[in-house]
């Protein structure tokens, strides 16, 4: 069973960073593609970032480009986001999920940027 | 910027058929923008329902379908039921690894 579970969410103030993490198991991790959705209250789905196999390709939309980096390690089944000069409209329920395609999805962490 | 358009809302009676659609701003969706559709009810995370246009996910019911209408990607459940009201959600690739999600359809059964 495919599983993920996302971890590292919180209050941050503006400016500050935060790392997400996501673990990954029931599926050959290092064979797939991974991405992150993000969710602000009450609003609709943002696709934010997503990662090659390998690492080797990463791709973000364009509100996050030079702010949040995307990495994996494939040792641990784990993918991250590393999220610097947070803002108040980053807060949102962060998603990580498999593939490209957005195959199967993680239940979730909450990132709050507030003061 | 990309812009990616489904309705607002939709309504459909226990039963009936019904067609969300998930459009560009300028331009028409093919199969080349590998549309994908999600189902999400309140607090949920999403579910993946279909992808690459018109792959169901595993364990998906086959009353949900997809497939390219006209020059817009569409999901279609027939005989729908009281818990398909949810939230529907679609995706589009839109190059150099960029997607791009539609607003979102609120979907409710009555």
């Known amino acids: 069973e495919v599983q993920l579970v996302e971890s590292g969410g919180g209050l941050v103030q503006p400016g500050g960073s935060l790392r997400l993490s996501c673990a990954a198991s029931g599926f050959t991790f290092s064979n797939s593609w991974m991405s992150w959705v993000r969710q602000a209250p009450g609003k609709g789905l943002e696709w934010v970032a997503n990662?090659?196999?390998?690492?080797?390709?990463?791709n973000y939309v364009d509100s996050v480009k030079g702010r949040f980096t995307i990495s994996r390690d494939n040792a641990k089944n784990s993918l991250y986001l590393q999220m610097n000069s947070l803002r108040a409209e980053d807060t949102a329920v962060y998603y990580c999920a498999r593939a490209q395609q957005l195959l199967y999805w993680g239940q979730g962490t909450l990132v709050t940027v507030s003061s | 910027q990309t812009v990616v358009t489904q309705e607002p809302s939709f309504s459909v009676s226990p039963g009936g058929t019904v067609t969300l659609t998930c459009g560009l701003g300028?331009?028409?969706?093919?199969?080349?923008?590998?549309p994908c559709w999600y189902q999400q009810t309140p607090g949920q995370a999403p579910r993946t329902l279909i992808y690459?246009?018109?792959t169901r996910s595993s364990g998906v019911p086959d009353r949900f379908s997809g497939s390219i209408l006209g020059n817009k990607a569409a999901l279609t459940i027939t005989g729908a039921q009281a818990d398909d009201e949810s939230d529907y959600y679609c995706v589009l690739y839109i190059g150099s690894g960029i997607w791009v999600f539609g607003g979102g359809t609120k979907l409710t059964v009555l």
């Open positions: 690459s246009t018109n």
């Open positions: 300028s331009g028409s969706v093919s199969t080349s923008y590998s």
């Open positions: 990662i090659k196999e390998d690492g080797s390709d990463k």
